[in-house]
């Protein structure tokens, strides 16, 4: 039987606070009280479909022998996988008034740049996040007339590259574009879905590719910005030690990897440089000799 | 200008052919560009025979990403050659090699425990921190009772701390009476004293 401060998963508030910190320091996460009913329900869950009958075996395994599997799960319950148009846009508004500017002044500026510039979305799902650069830029960043610049998006499942090659969307991928956009830059195609128009659909370059596999990451070279959110904090140690090594293999020396806003490459790896802007952390491939 | 589709001369699907053999990317590890030497210590992932020459060249690489992606291919064999070779870093006098390491072997589960008795037992205290670092993060149903047993019998106090602190996030009130202990052994370490005092209250009433 829960006590008063207990819930069915048998989590007293101490026991709260105690996963709390655990995930908070594993995935970057953090709940504060407010979501306890929300972090409750998704943990009984866990345990339910575990081998585990209560909270506190179910915690030492996920910590120990079933670690990855059971932290898969966790995290899977408790993170949102939905993705739709311009998500986490404040790391768009980063683009445009920080990022891009030091890249292109790195670069010998607006006169002198030779080459495009390089933007990745990886893992991209179904598309909405390399669309949604493209928009960005299209509306909203004054160079986009004196620059090339070449979007790719990559994920390793070929059945989302299929949806993202085709592009039509449902009413909750779009809630977020201005219908201004809508009307300029997709097509209605029936039952309420749009899909983006030939031009930046055709703008837009995409791969098959595992982040974790370098020789398959040998081909991505030169990026200066690279979009990897809310994928690392689903792989294991080893495995986002490899991908970040391959990240920066992709990153042109002084680009910019942009994560999900809770992760962090600082408990992956050593080798980029953060850098605080505005709008967040982003991290940067140093310059370095090379 | 604009937003351009660059045409890849490659098939997207298809992986990069291998980028060198064995012996050349052996070789890249002492070219002098570090770039280089990076890229052949990640290209022999999964490649046994360089296991050897992966080793040797952990406690000269100076350049901290290079050393990176070399710990990053040889923790993916997970031996126990692979594990003693880097264990010995541990006592490394450059704090940025002997970290590396600590982390590099705590994602090795299935060769580290095997190390772990005759770390616990190491003279150099500072080798028995990082022995707690290690344990902090290595997924083994007997990393918490490790950390215990430094806690009760290590004789050094900034070892004791080391293990309370790898302890903590998986702590549950039945490690209150080995704190209370570790407190009374060490009663004039001010960090110490301060590290338990913070966690007694956090303990209560966890599972």
Known sequence: ?290 | MGLVRKQIPQSPEEPAPPSATPDELIRRLDDPDPERRREAALDLDGMPEAVPELLARLGPEQEPRVRDAVLTTLAAHDTEAVAAGLAVHLASDEAGLRTAVAEALATMPRSTPALIPDLLAAPDHDVRVMTAMVLADLPHPDAQSWLARMIDEDPHANVVTAAIDALLPAATAEHVPVLQAAARRFPDDPFLQFTVRSALPRLAGTA
Request: charged share 25%; hydrophobic share 40%.
């Open chain 1, 1 to 290: 039987m829960a006590d008063a401060t207990s819930t069915g998963a048998g989590l007293s508030d101490a026991d709260f606070a105690r996963f709390t910190e655990y995930f908070y320091k594993r995935t970057g996460i953090h709940f504060t009280a407010g979501k306890r009913y929300f972090v409750d329900k998704r943990v009984e869950a866990c345990i339910r479909n575990s081998s585990h009958s209560t909270f506190a075996s179910w915690f030492a395994a996920l910590r120990t022998r079933d670690r990855s599997e059971l932290l898969q799960e966790l995290i899977n319950q408790l993170t949102v996988n939905e993705t739709y148009f311009l998500r986490e846009d404040y790391q768009f508004d980063a683009l445009l008034s920080t990022v891009l500017p030091q890249v292109l002044s790195a670069r010998g500026g607006v006169r002198r740049i030779t080459g495009a510039l390089k933007i990745l979305s990886l893992p991209c799902s179904t598309g909405e996040e390399p669309y949604s650069i493209a928009l960005r830029l299209l509306e909203e960043w004054d160079q986009i007339d004196h620059v090339d610049v070449e979007i790719h998006g990559a994920d390793i499942d070929s059945a989302v590259l299929a949806k993202a090659a085709h592009a039509s969307y449902g009413e909750r991928s779009l809630q977020r574009v201005p219908k201004a956009w809508l009307n300029k830059y997709f097509v209605p195609v029936g039952s309420g879905r749009h899909q983006v128009d030939d031009g930046i659909r055709s703008a837009v370059t995409l791969h098959r590719v595992n982040v974790c596999d370098t020789a398959s990451m040998r081909a991505f070279r030169d990026y200066d910005v690279i979009f990897c959110r809310n994928v690392l904090i689903y792989f294991d140690e080893l495995s986002s030690r490899r991908a970040a090594e391959n990240l920066y293999g992709a990153l042109r020396p002084g680009g910019y990897l942009f994560l999900g806003h809770s992760e962090s490459m600082s408990r992956i790896s050593p080798i980029f440089t953060p850098t605080r802007l505005p709008e967040g952390i982003v991290y940067q491939r140093p310059t370095g000799a090379n």
